[in-house]
């Protein structure tokens, strides 16, 4: 056992080193880079935007308010972090650095989730395929490797942070440590809001490694109600104390504010942006209502039906997040394509793998392409990258689609093994 | 009876108008290099404080009294531009540049009010009514077009007497100035536009200039802090004429080369053919008639103005004193020199109409014009209706002085600056041309960007200022009708603050030039089918999973063969088969 692990421990050391090479080298060779990529509509969004964070860390380093205007909508408590960091245009190893650290903390995260094996057997459902897996360093070497997780590392993209927290939370769920669950769902949602869905899955999860660890369940009302509350005033404090830097509760309005009534329509790779800025005025607020409604109304549906595998339900609500909130972006795509591998012995039961991947692939070569010809060739109009944004998420919502019904196959198979390998009908 | 009542009262009001000259206007005409004309007009009228707090309206135009009063407006300025001033062939600006406004709209003033909101909703009155008045579209100056400038203007007047005064500024790049807006700006003359030096101002030469501003100035004037106060009222026109352009008649308005008989050729290059030539510059002065070059003959003076003294000389012309100046009358005139003899000023005749006629004629010496402070430009950089950069570029011509001014942004809320890529650069020195900064940022459809920046150039030297900005894209209802042209965003006014004062509190200033700013734009005609295929994907999305997770795996071999039609058809065929078979 011990040759193994250390094999292990040396193959991710291996591994990290190499991830952490090929960033630094990237940033220092191409200086440019980042800029290049920040500028991106698909990398960055403006609740996410690198340029945006600088221009708040200015306002906020010069007595400025930065929710006094309309360019930061992004967590006040980052603008401590970052002040502390050297000038990112002038010295930008530091910055470059942290990001780097970021992806390699969420790629440690990862592998703790692929380690658990929450995935194929949790405590009340062990699927009939589990010992179809890929190794955790496999897992990680997806994530770390995915050009679309490289690209948001150099963009600097602050949604880095929030899937760090998000994966975080999900590796401390599987591991049962409440405490450090908590804060890091709690710094999720504090940086995007929409994380906070994420709790009904999550608690289960949690719930279920600690009845596993335990071998007793604790009361199940009991033990909601206290993890309710630890998220409240984790989530309250850090509120608190966003208010008392920035001595106004505006920020309220100018960050989530924000996410709730898009009043900034830059596009990005979502659904939302040309639709509001085609919609009719009396229309916006109704549609807003159930738009976000839309996106809420999947986390209960997902967590009772699938009660048993919540790190299935978790993964599959962060590739609704990816389709459905208002300010996506690759990133969120970046994640939940990371975590889909988790899922290996879905594979064999999706129908429409070739379908997907071609249309998400579609959309990565010709979304760049259209953008140009819209904004900047100008040979193009805005339905251009309207209709790759379509596909785009077209493409994501197969895979969400097409993975939900693997996991629910998966599940017949147990609860009728009679029907293995059969064609079945859904009444 | 009453006729004659009437007919009393009547010489009465002029006897009382005579008696106290307070009003003035002056014509000032300078000829510019390549061929262009100066045409500065300015008139002035006073009313005194108590007469016109009390709205007994002389020469002070009524209805912009009473919408001062009602808005509570201390002083106000209101500038109607078109064009671009060349500084670097016509030299300083007139007024220095103070009677002059951003191309489109411009409107700046004092209000009394005991709070901002007060204030805010005073203003919005203030344009309203002005809008009524001017044909302009001022009331679309709201709050994502207003701000309240530090140092960039102080007040003209004295205003010993109010407290709480709040300084208000709103400016409209996108108005078309034009005649709807000169007819009002007469009919505010004591004169109309019937008599006196008003009577050239003519709508079609007026905007066909390359260069016009029409400003109204009202601001008390005391003699001592809180005494004997006026109200004094100035309105200000300058125009520069192309003189050829203007020359052409109204009927016959297309440019048609002279017979080559006329013109003199370039003798010392070959030519092919004996209709082909090169014309040689003819290093003259161009001959001009001031019925000419405004289109209408100047009516005499306007019996308001003083009758003697030199208030009475209401046009005057600055040219060398070698130039011929025929005066073309019936009427008497007189005429003096002054500012040695580069000054000659005319008391215009009674109710006769005068012409000036200067002849084509070669000059020894050059034109006056005088060095401006500053010279600025401004540009966008950068391709493409995502982002861009403002770059201006400011040059101090004097060789020993180093210039202190004010640099004033007012951006639209949908042009979003990136402070912190702020650079003002200066070739000749390493030390921080910047000195301070007034930054306000935009919120978007609720308020404007309001950058002001105090700089410091050292002697000849060009100072060039950077900034990285964004463009929003709008909702669709928001984008004007004629969406791909783009949007105007205002100029930067740029006050010189040192060295250099003015004699007067008018304060010295230039604009740049407004910039055009290509927005992206969604497509107009298809509401309809985006939030239908917007909506057909999300219903895909969420019917797929909806389907997965309320309905019920069960073998394919355990519920009746397919239904639908294929069923029905189906169990019809077996049916009849079955009737058959029995058959």
Redesign the interface.
């Known amino acids: 056992m011990a040759p193994d692990s250390t094999h292990k421990a040396a193959l991710f050391a291996a591994l990290f080193a190499a991830a952490a090479a090929l960033r630094l080298l990237l940033f220092q060779a191409f200086p440019l880079l980042p800029h290049r990529l920040a500028g991106r509509v698909e990398l960055s969004t403006p609740v996410s935007s690198f340029k945006r964070l600088q221009e708040g860390l200015y306002l906020y380093t010069h007595n400025v308010d930065p929710y006094h205007g309309g360019v930061y909508h992004q967590a006040p408590l980052l603008l401590p972090l970052f002040s502390f960091l050297p000038d990112a245009s002038s010295s930008p190893f530091a910055t470059n650095l942290l990001f780097t650290v970021v992806d390699l903390l969420s790629a440690h995260a990862l592998a703790q989730i692929a380690d658990s094996g929450h995935a194929a057997a949790t405590r009340l459902f062990k699927s009939s395929r589990q010992g179809l897996r890929w190794s955790s360093a496999a897992i990680v070497a997806g994530f770390l490797f995915n050009p679309f997780t490289l690209a948001t590392c150099m963009a600097r993209s602050t949604t880095t942070l929030t899937n760090l927290f998000i994966l975080t939370a999900m590796a401390k769920a599987c591991q049962g440590a409440s405490t450090t669950f908590l804060l890091a769902l709690s710094a999720a949602s504090y940086l995007a809001m929409h994380p906070i869905l994420l709790f009904p899955p999550l608690l289960v999860l949690l719930y279920d490694a600690r009845a596993d660890r335990s071998k007793t369940t604790p009361n199940a009302l009991a033990f909601t109600a206290v993890h309710t509350l630890g998220l409240t005033v984790i989530s309250g404090t850090l509120l608190l104390a966003s208010a008392l830097l920035t001595d106004s509760w505006d920020f309220l309005g100018a960050t989530y504010g924000v996410r709730l009534l898009l009043p900034d329509l830059t596009p990005n790779v979502g659904l939302w942006w040309y639709f509001f800025t085609e919609m009719f005025d009396s229309f916006r607020d109704f549609f807003l209502g159930v738009f976000w409604l839309h996106v809420a109304s999947y986390t209960p549906g997902l967590t009772i039906r699938l009660r048993t595998q919540p790190l299935f339900v978790a993964t599959t609500l962060t590739g609704i997040f990816a389709i459905f909130t208002p300010y996506p972006s690759v990133a969120d795509a970046a994640l939940y394509l990371s975590l889909v591998p988790l899922f290996r012995h879905l594979f064999p039961l999706m129908r429409y793998t070739f379908l997907a991947s071609a249309a998400v692939l579609y959309a990565s070569f010709l979304g760049p392409a259209f953008y140009h010809l819209w904004v900047y060739a100008g040979s193009g109009n805005a339905n251009f990258f309207y209709a790759i944004t379509l596909v785009w998420s077209l493409g994501l919502s197969i895979i969400v689609g097409d993975s939900l019904f693997a996991a629910l196959r998966d599940e017949l198979d147990v609860q009728r093994p009679e029907l293995r390998d059969k064609e079945v009908k859904r009444i | 009876m009453l006729s004659f009542l009437s007919f009393l009262l009547f010489h009465a009001l002029i006897a009382c108008a005579y008696a106290s000259p307070d009003y003035h206007e002056r014509l000032l005409l300078r000829p510019l290099p390549q061929d262009a004309l100066l045409a500065s007009f300015n008139f002035r009228s006073n009313e005194t404080a108590a007469a016109y707090e009390q709205q007994n309206f002389r020469l002070f135009p009524r209805s912009l009294g009473q919408i001062l009063q009602h808005a509570h407006t201390k002083e106000l300025h209101l500038r109607f531009s078109v064009g671009r001033w060349d500084a670097e062939n016509w030299g300083q600006r007139p007024w220095y540049g103070a009677r002059e406004g951003s191309n489109g709209v411009e409107l700046w003033a004092w209000i009394e009010a005991s709070s901002e909101d007060e204030a805010f909703a005073r203003w919005l009155a203030l344009v309203n009514n002005l809008s009524g008045l001017f044909c302009a579209s001022l009331n679309f100056i709201d709050a994502t077009k207003t701000i309240r400038p530090v140092i960039s203007f102080d007040p003209e007047g004295d205003h010993a007497g109010t407290s709480n005064l709040h300084l208000l500024h709103g400016i409209l790049p996108h108005e078309v100035v034009c005649t709807e807006n000169l007819t009002p700006f007469l009919k505010l003359l004591p004169c109309k536009g019937k008599a006196g030096i008003s009577s050239l101002l003519d709508g079609h030469k007026l905007f066909d200039a390359a260069f016009q501003t029409m400003a109204i100035d009202v601001r008390p004037v005391c003699e001592t802090p809180g005494q004997n106060c006026v109200v004094e009222m100035e309105q200000t026109v300058d125009m520069v004429l192309d003189i050829a352009r203007s020359k052409r008649p109204r009927d016959n308005p297309i440019p048609r080369p002279r017979p080559i008989e006329e013109i003199e050729c370039d003798t010392s290059k070959s030519y092919n053919a004996p209709d082909t030539c090169y014309p040689l510059d003819k290093k003259t002065e161009p001959g001009w008639k001031l019925t000419e070059v405004f289109g209408k003959p100047l009516r005499g003076a306007c019996p308001l103005t003083a009758a003697e003294g030199p208030e009475s000389e209401t046009l005057c012309i600055n040219a060398p004193p070698e130039r011929t100046i025929e005066v073309n009358t019936t009427g008497h005139y007189t005429k003096s020199l002054s500012a040695s003899d580069t000054l000659r000023c005319y008391k215009l005749p009674t109710g006769a109409e005068l012409d000036l006629v200067l002849p084509e004629q070669r000059m020894t010496t050059g034109l006056i014009r005088g060095q401006p402070h500053l010279y600025a430009a401004r540009s966008i950089n950068g ?5 861009g950069s403002v770059q201006a570029v400011i040059k101090n011509p004097s060789p020993t002085d180093a210039v202190e001014f004010a640099y004033l942004e007012s951006l639209p ?1 949908f042009m ?1 600056p ?3 890529t702020l650079r003002a650069h200066v070739s000749t020195s390493s030390e921080d041309p910047l000195k301070e ?1 007034y ?8 308020r404007g960007t309001h950058l002001e920046l105090r700089l410091v150039i050292p002697p000849a030297s060009t100072l060039i200022l950077t900034y990285d900005f964004e463009k ?6 928001e984008y004007p009708p004629d969406a791909n042209r783009g949007f105007d965003a205002p100029p930067a006014v740029i006050r010189i603050l040192g060295p250099f004062q003015s004699a007067d509190r008018k304060g010295l200033y230039l604009r740049t030039t407004p910039l055009l700013l290509s927005l ?4 107009f005609s ?2 309809y089918n ?2 239908i ?2 909506s057909t ?2 219903a ?3 019917g ?6 309320v ?7 355990e ?1 009746p063969a397919a239904g639908g039609l294929k069923g029905l058809i189906q169990g019809r065929i077996q049916r009849v088969k079955g009737r058959f078979g029995k058959a």
């Open positions: 391709h493409g209706q995502e982002r809320w979003k990136y402070l912190h900064t930054y306000r940022p935009a919120v978007d459809r609720v929003a894209i709008l909702r669709y209802t992206p734009t969604p497509d298809m509401p985006v939030i295929l917007t994907v999300m895909l999305g969420f797929n999973i909806f389907n997965l997770l309905r019920r795996f069960v073998g394919a071999d519920v």
